[in-house]
């Protein structure tokens, strides 16, 4: 059955009520409904998706140039209105922009409060975290997508089956079958081809020996995994991990604090469309990957160092 929700504007004036904007300097506000109206059509849709009805609420949006706190939006619940920074606007990915108007509905329509939540591996789980909350949290998936939709319209939401599912690095894998198997090998890249299309599942799993005997020539010194366009690499000497695109233009998930051993494992399994990362056998992230630049695999380390390589399929 469809929830309609009839709101009620009910003021109450108490001597600790709190301005919305008061943290905030608002300048140069430009009334910009025609930019932002498909972004609150998006969000009326979802929200029918999930059996809630907002199709008559409106909100005026203004593009202005915000002071104060740091804020890429804010939401003034009493007038309807909510106003977005101009210069951080222009700046922000597709993606980031929906993030931002649907956090700020979130506060205006919903009523939601920040939830600065996140699961054991300091991923983000809600749209509403404080701006100066860091956790990671994947733009460009969208599975991902879907579940910050559902935890908007619903606090309780659990996180999906999918990511439940492949979040362990202990597997049952039936009926394993070796595709390559590369040891020792101290070439600064080795590269083959992989063909996700008929492949289904796999494991990659490769591990870097002693990589300290190449970084200390050079202190920038990385190891990359290139799946199919996509980058899996770390940094040993910036305790740092990224997963991002050929381009660096989308960031799927970054860790800035990792402690790196002697030696690195990275592990990129592919099971049922979802893609899960693992360094030295901890989870890193799981996400769906929209598509593949190439069927090509390009591991490399900038200079040489010994590299166990080993690729699998299961079923």
């Keep these: 059955m469809k929830r309609i929700f009839i709101i009620l504007t009910i003021l109450i004036f108490t001597g600790c009520s709190k301005d919305p904007l008061e943290d905030y300097d608002i300048n140069n506000k430009e009334s910009s409904n025609s930019i932002f109206k498909p972004y609150l059509n998006q969000f009326k849709k979802e929200a029918e998706k999930r059996g809630y009805d907002y199709t008559d609420y409106e909100i005026e949006f203004y593009l202005a140039d915000i002071d104060g706190k740091p804020a890429g939006g804010v939401a003034n619940f009493s007038n ?15 993606t980031r922009k ?18 600065n939540k996140q699961t054991e591996n300091e991923g983000c789980l809600s749209y509403m975290m404080e701006n100066s909350y860091e956790c990671q949290k994947n733009s460009y998936s969208l599975l991902w ?19 439940r599912k492949n979040n362990k690095y202990n597997f049952n894998y039936e009926n394993k079958e070796l595709l390559v198997q590369e040891l020792d090998n101290d070439n600064r890249s080795f590269q083959f081809d992989i063909d996700t299309d008929t492949i289904s599942n796999f494991v990659l799993e490769v591990t870097f020996k002693n990589w300290q005997s190449a970084s200390e020539r050079d202190p920038f010194r990385n190891t990359k995994v290139n799946l199919n366009g996509i980058n899996y690499e770390s940094n040993p000497n910036r305790n740092s991990i990224h997963i991002s695109d050929n381009e660096y233009s989308k960031r799927y998930w970054s860790k800035w604090d990792y402690n790196y051993e002697e030696d690195i494992k990275l592990t990129v399994r592919r099971y049922d469309g979802i ?27 900038s200079q040489g160092v010994n590299k166990d390589i080993v690729l699998f399929k299961f079923d």
Aim: charged letters at 30%; a negative charge; proline letters at 3%.
């Design 80 to 94: 309807n209105e909510i106003f977005i920074d101009r210069d951080n606007w222009s700046a922000i990915h597709p």
């Design 98 to 115: 929906e993030e931002l108007i649907f956090h700020e509905l979130g506060h205006s329509i919903l009523k939601r409060k920040h939830t």
């Design 145 to 163: 997508r879907e579940y910050y939709f559902d935890e908007l319209f619903d606090e309780s939401t659990s996180l999906p089956l999918w990511y």
């Design 275 to 301: 893609y899960s990362f693992f360094i030295d056998e901890k989870y890193i992230h799981a996400t769906d990957i929209e598509y593949f630049e190439t069927q090509s695999i390009n591991i490399s380390f």
